[in-house]
Structure formats: structure tokens, C-alpha cells
């Protein structure tokens, strides 16, 4: 129940935006950039993430950041986020500066909650060679979660982390937070998960998507989230619950696209061709389908 009144909650609260048939967005979550460090599970897939932004941005995509962009419970001193990926958040900058770049926060990075914390780490940053203080993201405002409101039909698409409800990782985030920054963190070294995360507890990350599902049935909303690191895209028969995966697979990134009214969901991988040459591509694994289809409203 208490999973139900927290989307209700980030529903009501939520960022709309309109969009059509002339509009793209693409949803990416759970990058996860850390320090750079051993237990930094973005780094081997950062090379793979600016050859997607680049070719988002060269299309004119819309990124969204579905939550868990940056590490901050093992991190959360940002300058060093900042410092070990700096390339990253140079490509983020231009779809800033180009109003493309819509950053929701998720139960691992929920400190950007805190206006302070935002402008304190997110407004500017200083270069030590020139010894100055440069804009960085300025004006950032990162939200909770995100509707999309078709100018036409009036469909709405519900966009949010999807951590709401979840009790280690929502009302309980805190002691939660204490645990992964001093313990877990070391232990993903060896693979080994914390039991509070839904990628490795199977039986938790059902638990949420089935809440997820209820939610849905009673809002007959369409809804996109991320967290379970699991991605999704329905059935004919099932409900319009559709999950970005995640950007630490090993060599690959999941995210999905809705372009000309249509969605679909792809992966970037990490390939060797012919010559023995690695390579970075692009592949549609579910889709495309009209969005129009999951408007589910009676």
C-alpha cells in the first residue's frame, strides 16, 4: 500500500512535459559513476555511454536520466564523480545548455532532493591547472519523477525511478546508504550484492514490479522506471510497464527511445568485427510499437 501512495505522491508532484510526433527522448538509468576506483561499476562502460550520447545528441534526442545517474551513497563527495568522469558530464553539458537534459533522482543519488546539495556540487566547478571556478550544470534542477502528455490524445506517460515504496530503499535509505558506502561497495569487487538491491534479490525485484503493475491497473497510466536494473518492454498481453535496464551490464547499456510516436528499446554493446576490430553497436531489442497503444484509459 505504501508503494502505491509514493507514486501517487511523485505523480502529483511530477515535471510535465508535452510531446508529439516530431519529439525523442531517450531514457537511460543506474549508471551508477563512481570515483573511478575499483568499485566503480560505469567505468567499463563509459567509452560505450559517450559513443551513445554523441549519436543521441547529433539526433536531436532528449536525455533523461531516470535516477541512480551518480553513486552517491559509496561517493558523496561529487568532485571526485566529477573529476574520474569528466568526459561524461562534458557530453551531459551540451544537452544541458541545449534544454535537453532532464535528470531524475533515484534512491542512490536522492541527495540531489536537497536544493543546497545541487547548487553547492552541480552549479560550477573548479580547475586546479587554471586555478578557476568554471559553470558547470547551472540552474540544474533534478525531480523526482516526470509526465509526458501527448499534445494530441493526451496519453500520459509516468516516468520515475521507481524506488518509491521500496523500504530498504526508500523510507529506510539512510542506514541502507550506511551499509553499501561501508561495507557492500567492497564486496561488489568479488560480485557479491547487497541483499537490499532488487538486481541480485529476485524475489524483491518481482515484489516491486508486481507493485508497479498494480499501480498501473488503477491509473491506467503508462509507466517507465528503472532500479531493478532489469530492462522491460511488454507483451501484447501484459501491462505497459517498460524498464530501462541499466548502464553497468558487462560491455553493455540498455535504454529506450520514443521517436516519431513510437517506442522501442535498444542496447549499445561492445563488439569485435571481422578485421578483430572492437566496436561500439547498436541494436533494437524489443519494438518499435505506436505508443498510442498503451494508452490504456477506458
Known amino acids: 500500500m505504501f508503494t502505491q501512495k509514493r507514486l501517487d505522491e511523485a505523480f502529483k508532484n511530477a515535471r510535465v512535459e508535452y510531446f508529439d510526433n516530431t519529439s525523442k527522448f531517450v531514457f537511460m538509468s543506474d549508471n551508477h559513476r563512481g570515483d573511478g576506483s575499483h568499485t566503480d561499476e560505469f567505468t567499463k562502460n563509459q567509452n560505450l555511454f559517450?559513443?551513445?550520447?554523441?549519436?543521441?545528441?547529433?539526433?536531436?534526442?532528449?536525455y533523461v536520466e531516470v535516477g541512480d545517474g551518480d553513486e552517491l551513497w559509496e561517493q558523496p563527495k561529487f568532485k571526485y564523480i566529477k573529476?574520474?568522469?569528466?568526459?561524461?558530464?562534458?557530453?551531459?553539458k551540451k544537452f544541458f545548455y541545449h534544454d535537453r537534459l532532464i535528470m531524475l533522482y533515484?534512491?542512490?543519488?536522492?541527495?540531489?532532493?536537497?536544493?543546497?546539495?545541487?547548487?553547492?556540487?552541480?552549479?560550477?566547478?573548479?580547475?586546479?591547472?587554471?586555478e578557476q571556478r568554471?559553470?558547470?550544470?547551472?540552474?540544474?534542477?533534478?525531480?523526482?519523477a516526470l509526465v509526458l502528455k501527448h499534445r494530441k490524445t493526451g496519453q500520459e506517460i509516468f516516468v520515475v525511478h521507481g524506488h518509491q515504496g521500496d523500504l530498504a530503499n526508500d523510507q529506510l535509505w539512510y542506514p541502507t546508504m550506511l551499509s553499501v558506502?561501508?561495507?557492500?561497495?567492497?564486496?561488489?569487487?568479488?560480485?557479491?550484492?547487497?541483499?537490499?538491491?532488487?538486481?541480485?534479490?529476485?524475489?524483491?525485484?518481482?515484489?516491486?514490479?508486481?507493485?508497479?503493475?498494480?499501480?498501473?491497473?488503477?491509473?491506467?497510466?503508462?509507466?517507465?522506471?528503472?532500479?531493478?536494473?532489469?530492462?522491460?518492454?511488454?507483451?501484447?498481453?501484459e501491462l505497459p510497464y517498460f524498464n530501462t535496464g541499466c548502464c553497468?551490464?558487462?560491455?553493455?547499456?540498455?535504454?529506450?527511445?520514443?521517436?516519431?510516436?513510437?517506442?522501442?528499446?535498444?542496447t549499445w554493446k561492445m563488439r569485435v568485427n571481422q578485421e578483430g576490430i572492437l566496436h561500439a553497436r547498436r541494436e533494437v531489442i524489443r519494438g518499435s510499437e505506436l505508443v498510442g497503444k498503451y494508452d490504456i484509459r477506458e
Request: proline share 4%.
Open 50 to 62: 559517450l559513443f551513445a550520447m554523441d549519436h543521441y545528441y547529433k539526433n536531436d534526442f532528449v
Open 83 to 92: 573529476n574520474a568522469h569528466y568526459d561524461v558530464f562534458e557530453s551531459m
Open 106 to 130: 533515484g534512491n542512490h543519488n536522492i541527495y540531489l532532493k536537497d536544493p543546497e546539495y545541487v547548487e553547492e556540487n552541480y552549479t560550477s566547478y573548479y580547475n586546479e591547472y587554471r
Open 134 to 144: 568554471f559553470d558547470f550544470l547551472k540552474g540544474l534542477k533534478p525531480i523526482e
Open 181 to 237: 558506502k561501508y561495507f557492500w561497495r567492497f564486496m561488489h569487487s568479488f560480485g557479491i550484492k547487497s541483499p537490499a538491491s532488487p538486481t541480485k534479490n529476485v524475489y524483491k525485484r518481482h515484489k516491486i514490479e508486481k507493485n508497479f503493475n498494480k499501480w498501473i491497473l488503477k491509473n491506467r497510466k503508462m509507466l517507465i522506471c528503472g532500479h531493478t536494473h532489469r530492462f522491460k518492454f511488454p507483451r501484447t498481453d
Open 248 to 266: 553497468i551490464y558487462p560491455t553493455t547499456i540498455t535504454a529506450i527511445e520514443i521517436e516519431d510516436d513510437r517506442v522501442q528499446i535498444v
